[in-house]
Structure formats: structure tokens, C-alpha cells
């Protein structure tokens, strides 16, 4: 299975200013990549970036400035045949395991197998992703399984069907369902709370202090980011305003 990693390297992470300055917030979009780049490590796979600009990150590097969805596309285009492929899928057509224990995975897969090279796509910025999240991903069965994050994103995908495009603008869960349904291709939902958070927000630091397994909370903590509990919400305080 092919694993990309899709980063953005020029002005990233913008909706964090009021706690991040640029050059930080350029910093901790590699530290969260490289948290990324590990749990994909540490499942078994070997994860390649796909970045629209060169960066310093220990992985094989494709370099495609294009917007994220034509960059994708090409690499499933590029999917290369592979007959005796073994990993595609367990064939056990059953849904997406939920790393909460409620099973609200939604459709049933088939076993996937065919002649094509599955593509895994993960997030650079799911920062609270751990190893046992993305093998439940990888190993889910369908042509099509989709973790979709919070806001009606897609988070993270597994491709097995040569057919299927991506389409990131938008409501793209019910897009990729929707397009995954036009080839008539069996869908996997994965309900996982880490395949979820992508980090965009502040509101989202919270859940990389609380939550975060690699490097990426101890960043924050160094700089002087720290949780806030006022008026019975969880929020992000920072000693000192960003500088630079």
C-alpha cells in the first residue's frame, strides 16, 4: 500500500495566528507532519510526503505545487498494477471499526481486491493520530473508506478502486461517498475521534494538549501554550502574544 502524506509548506495553518506567529505556525505544521509521518511508522507502512514545496522531513518527498486535489489525483493515477496484492483488505465486508466502541460505521465493504495498487491518504496535520488508528484505517475492508473529519472534511482515505477521484472543496465526505457510489464502489466509514482532528483552529490545541501522542504538545508547552477552563469551556492561553 502506497501511504501520502499531502503537506502544505507556504503560509500554513493561517486560522492560528492569534496564537501562533507565521514562522511558528510553518514550525509546527512539520512537528504535527512529523508526528504523522511516525504513527504511519509505527503501523506497519511506509509513508511518503507529498508537499508543494521542498522541506527538510525525513521521508521520500514528491514535490507538486497543485491544489491538493488535482496533487492527490495524480497519485492515484499513478497507482501502479499490482496483481498479487495481499493487503488490500481482510474480505470480511463489515464496517469501519470506532475507536470509541459504538460502531457507527455506515456502510459495508467488499474485499477490495483487484489489480490496482491501494492508495492510503493521511492528513499531515492529524496530530492526535496514534499507530492503532492507522491500522484500523488500512486494514478496514472496501474499495472506498473514508475517516471523515469534523465539518464534513475528509481526514483520511483508503483507495483500492482505480476509478475513484478525490474532491477535498466542499462537504467532501458526502462528496467522496458520493462519488464512491457513482462507480458503484463499496464504501468503509472509520468513526475515529484521532482521524477526526485535523488541527486548523485554536479551539483544536485543545485537543493536541490533551490528546496528542507525539511530539507536537510538547511543542505547544514550550512556547508558553497552556489550557484555559473559564466559564465552564476548555480553551488555549499563551504567556505571551506570538512574536515575529
Known sequence: MRVVVPLSVSGPKSRLA????????????LVMCRDVLAAARDAGLDPE??????????????????PLSEAVNAVLAD??????ATDAT????????DENG??????NGDDGTGAHEPVC????????????????????????????GRGGGTNALVVRHPDFRVDYHGVSYRDHRE?????????????SMRLATDVDEPADLVEVLLHGPGDAPGWLRERGVALSVGDGRVSVTRESPPGG
Request: aromatic residues 2%; negative net charge; proline residues 8%.
Open 102 to 107: 459504538d460502531g457507527n460505521g455506515n456502510e
Open 18 to 29: 492569534d496564537v501562533l506567529s507565521p514562522a511558528e505556525r510553518r514550525a509546527f505544521a
Open 90 to 97: 481482510d474480505g470480511t465486508g463489515t464496517d469501519g471499526d
Open 179 to 191: 462519488a464512491a457510489a457513482a462507480l458503484d464502489a463499496s464504501v468503509t466509514v472509520v468513526d
Open 79 to 84: 497507482a501502479t498494477d499490482a496483481p498479487d
Open 121 to 148: 491518504v493521511l492528513m499531515a496535520d492529524l496530530a492526535l493520530a496514534t499507530p492503532d488508528a492507522v491500522a484500523r484505517l488500512v486494514d478496514a475492508p472496501g474499495e472506498v473508506v473514508v475517516a471523515p
Open 49 to 66: 510526503l507529498l508537499a508543494t514545496a521542498p522541506v527538510d522531513l525525513d521521508a521520500p518527498t514528491t514535490v507538486d505545487d497543485r
